[in-house]
């Protein structure tokens, strides 16, 4: 009886222990992403040129010149987005947002000079049968998140950037 006990006591901590350890990171997850739309709107509204394209890992990046001579180059990976900022003076610094499993996407839309970041839930391996496993995501996937950003100091636009949006 005593062995019964003790063995259904420790199942319960395990899985409070389990819950526990999810609900922080989903927790951290969350204050990232909110620290993330937070500097990618301030960016995009000090941007005076904006220009999306593929860096030379083939990352989908949106680089943004501030009128300062300040670069700041938003790129994206499953799980984490990446903020590089680079001064007029050549000083350069990196911040990293963690997104959980998501895939990222960019868009740019010159027309309504409109920015946006979108995050698409990416299946947990171990829910994926065998057919999910071997079928990419496909635009038809819904973004989990949206940030959209409006460029308010805008000069110019990259003449490849005309209502696009791009994966990595």
């Known amino acids: 009886m005593l062995a019964v006990l003790l063995t259904l006591t420790g199942r319960t901590m395990v899985r409070l222990m389990r819950a526990e350890s999810t609900g922080i990171e989903a927790l951290a997850d969350t204050m990232s ?3 993330m739309a937070r500097d ?6 000090d941007a005076r040129t904006v220009a999306l394209g593929v860096g030379d890992d083939d990352t989908v990046r949106l680089v943004l010149e ?3 001579g300040s670069v700041i180059t938003w790129s ?4 984490r987005v990446l903020r590089h900022r680079r001064s007029a003076d050549g000083v350069g610094s990196q ?3 963690r997104v959980g499993a998501s895939r990222v996407t960019w868009e740019w839309r010159a027309d309504e000079q409109l920015a946006a970041i979108a995050l698409h839930r990416i299946p947990a391996p171990h829910s994926k049968t065998p057919a999910q496993a071997t079928v990419p995501l ?7 998140l949206r940030i959209e950003a409006v460029a308010a100091r805008l ?3 990259s003449s490849a950037s ?6 990595p």
């Open 33 to 35: 992403t909110d620290r």
């Open 40 to 45: 990618f709107r301030a960016d995009l509204h």
């Open 66 to 68: 501030r009128e300062d």
């Open 76 to 79: 994206g990976t499953d799980q």
């Open 95 to 97: 911040d990293e947002y």
């Open 138 to 144: 496909s635009d038809s996937v819904p973004a989990r």
């Open 155 to 157: 000069v110019q636009v």
């Open 162 to 167: 005309s209502s696009e949006e791009a994966r």
